[in-house]
């Protein structure tokens, strides 16, 4: 979805800051994610100004990032009592809605935005992913097209129309669309990247691979051209995802992350992590010291807060961490990459359960990460996480990379890693973690405990 962030009024001239002027600094920060000082400001403007609607609408969307979107919901329709006429807020109101997933009240936001600016494509192209998510395709594409009809430089809509028809099995419109968005904005990543997917879709690698050696030589540096065309290409191939890579994939829709899995693609690892982990843990009674490792925006922490008595979470993205504090459950999250955290000398024999939810998705090999696993957990304690099942394809090294940029594993291969690093495995069942591009993705969920005798327990479920 597209966020507005623009005041109603411009920053006024003057010797000291005004009420517009501190309005625009904030939200300057707020874009730089320094979201301390922008909070600070809109506290000023609105102890200054009870009821600015500005202050209201932008401490809604700051309070959004930082995971609290019930909060945000109530600051936007404060804004919008003030200020009902203003479309931007009925626009980034349908935002939140959908981010919730209620999405009757974002079509009714949405649809309000359109009316009150009729000729503003971001709103059409808004309503027309709306459309999409909740299966409209004859009104997705309608309000897709007029989006680019009234603004034809819409990269964003040209790369959703190109959704839109690769999930109806269109590739060549879709191909067309993606391209079409890369000549509108050849330095965004996203139209590379979803042209790359959609050569990969139809079965066309060597294309894709060439799209993201194309995108490689124009942005050298880029992580995420990197990682793609070693993904398509099969050349030099990291180990795991590199931090840069990670970072930026996960820090640029942050905001977006859980309505887009959620709501859009079935999401269901946390659930099937935290159900599989429970059905072995002693009745909850917030007693375990529990790691989330690769904690996201912290979709795991409420399933398995019940279970803790100190919950922590690492990961490597600032926007998610910041989405994972607005959960509340968490006592301390820290920005580092999972495996450094568990090797850290302070981490041994530190916990009682290490989880992992859809983030080995981003390792090759796994026996570094599961031996700091071992290391890191109390004898006896749990480890639990997914990957994606790469079948048949997987067995002869055990993982692979696929051309969307994260890796497979074999069970046999995830079985050998945990059990050469001092665990038992429990559970190795295989499910379906999401949808992607209309299919399922098939993953492992594994439950394993560390520094037990093989044997000397329950026996293993597995796959």
């Given at each position: 979805m597209s966020e507005v962030l623009q005041p109603t009024a411009e920053p006024e001239a003057g010797s000291e800051l005004s009420i517009p002027e501190a309005i625009v600094y904030a939200t300057r920060l707020q874009r730089q994610r320094q979201l301390d000082g922008a909070e600070a400001l809109y506290g000023r403007v609105l102890e200054a100004v009870p009821g600015h609607p500005d202050a209201l609408h932008f401490l809604g969307l700051l309070r959004f990032q930082r995971g609290r979107p019930e909060e945000a919901v109530a600051l936007l329709l404060q804004a919008i009592a003030q200020a009902p006429d203003f479309a931007d807020f009925h626009g980034n109101l349908g935002n939140l809605y959908t981010a919730l997933g209620r999405l009757a009240e974002a079509e009714e936001s949405y649809r309000r935005a359109v009316a009150l600016d009729p000729q503003r494509a971001d709103f059409h192209n808004n309503l027309g992913v709306l459309y999409r998510v909740t299966g409209d395709q004859e009104r997705a594409e309608a309000e897709l097209q007029r989006a680019v009809e009234l603004d034809p430089g819409h990269f964003r809509a040209y790369n959703n129309l190109g959704m839109l028809y690769a999930a109806q099995d269109k590739q060549q419109q879709a191909?067309?669309?993606?391209?079409?968005?890369?000549?509108?904005?050849?330095?965004?990543?996203?139209?590379?990247?979803?042209?790359?997917?959609?050569?990969?879709?139809?079965?066309?690698?060597?294309?894709?691979?060439?799209?993201?050696?194309?995108?490689?030589?124009?942005?050298?540096?880029?992580?995420?051209?990197?990682?793609?065309?070693?993904?398509?290409?099969?050349?030099?191939?990291?180990?795991?995802?590199?931090?840069?890579?990670?970072?930026?994939?996960?820090?640029?829709?942050?905001?977006?992350?859980?309505?887009?899995?959620?709501?859009?693609?079935?999401?269901?690892?946390?659930?099937?992590?935290?159900?599989?982990?429970?059905?072995?843990?002693?009745?909850?009674?917030?007693?375990?010291?529990?790691?989330?490792?690769?904690?996201?925006?912290?979709?795991?922490?409420?399933?398995?807060?019940?279970?803790?008595?100190?919950?922590?979470?690492?990961?490597?993205?600032?926007?998610?961490?910041?989405?994972?504090?607005?959960?509340?459950?968490?006592?301390?999250?820290?920005?580092?990459?999972?495996?450094?955290?568990?090797?850290?000398?302070?981490?041994?024999?530190?916990?009682?359960?290490?989880?992992?939810?859809?983030?080995?998705?981003?390792?090759?090999?796994?026996?570094?990460?599961?031996?700091?696993?071992g290391r890191a957990l109390r004898a006896g304690g749990w480890l639990a996480f997914s990957v994606e099942d790469g079948g048949e394809r997987a067995l002869a090294a055990g993982h692979l990379i696929n051309p969307h940029g994260r890796y497979a594993h074999s069970a046999g291969y995830v079985r050998k890693c945990l059990e050469d690093a001092g665990f038992v495995v429990v559970e190795l069942q295989p499910a379906t973690l999401r949808t992607e591009g209309g299919r399922p993705v098939v993953g492992l969920i594994v439950v394993a405990q560390a520094g037990r005798a093989g044997g000397s327990g329950e026996k293993s479920r597995t796959s």
């Open positions: 191909v067309e669309h993606y391209c079409r968005s890369i000549t509108l904005m050849p330095e965004h990543p996203d139209g590379h990247k979803l042209l790359g997917l959609a050569y990969y879709t139809i079965g066309q690698i060597d294309e894709a691979a060439e799209v993201f050696r194309q995108w490689l030589v124009q942005q050298p540096d880029d992580p995420l051209a990197r990682h793609m065309y070693a993904a398509c290409s099969g050349r030099d191939v990291p180990t795991r995802a590199a931090d840069d890579y990670i970072v930026q994939t996960f820090d640029s829709f942050a905001e977006s992350f859980e309505e887009q899995l959620q709501t859009r693609l079935s999401y269901k690892a946390p659930e099937l992590v935290v159900g599989a982990l429970r059905r072995h843990l002693p009745p909850p009674a917030r007693q375990l010291q529990v790691l989330d490792a690769g904690c996201g925006t912290g979709l795991c922490g409420p399933l398995i807060s019940s279970h803790a008595a100190h919950l922590t979470g690492v990961d490597l993205s600032v926007g998610m961490l910041q989405r994972a504090e607005g959960k509340a459950c968490y006592d301390r999250l820290y920005r580092m990459e999972l495996t450094a955290f568990l090797n850290l000398p302070e981490q041994a024999g530190a916990w009682d359960v290490v989880l992992s939810a859809d983030t080995l998705c981003y390792f090759g090999p796994l026996d570094g990460v599961c031996a700091a696993a």
